[in-house]
């Protein structure tokens, strides 16, 4: 398994990013995409409009907001585009892209930990 960033979208672009998908649900203000350098947006991985409102940003409600998070990440939807990212970690560094300033209770983490995971599952299989 290659590594698995994530990266606030404000940040320079690096060559050891490797492969930036932006997974944020609304495009991050004032960024362009071409300055962005992700080779796709997957905004339905974001958490939903609903959950979001819920948690604010509010480090007090991070547990509960991973809880749900992650619920909404077995929808059928998103658990193809999980594979699809599951697939380029793979091959080479994949770098999750995301607009929050807090850079520890975002869905990019929760989505980091739910890759690695599907990853250490399917090499055991």
Do not use: C
Request: hydrophobic share 40%; glycine share 4%; charged share 35%.
């Amino acid at each position: 398994m290659q590594a698995i960033g994530i990266k606030r979208v404000y940040e320079a672009p690096a060559r050891e990013d490797g492969t930036r998908v932006l997974v944020d649900r609304v495009w991050p203000r004032g960024v362009k995409k071409d300055a962005a350098r992700v080779i796709q947006w997957m905004r339905e991985l974001g958490p939903s409009d609903e959950l979001r409102q819920f948690f604010n940003h509010d480090p007090a409600r991070w547990n509960e907001f991973r809880k749900r998070y992650r619920r909404e990440l077995r929808s059928a939807n998103a658990r193809q585009m999980l594979k699809e990212l599951a697939a380029l970690a793979r091959k080479d560094t994949l770098t999750l892209v995301y607009g929050a300033k807090d850079e520890t209770h975002n869905q990019a983490v929760v989505l980091r930990e739910v890759l690695e995971r599907m990853i250490r599952q399917a090499s055991k299989d």
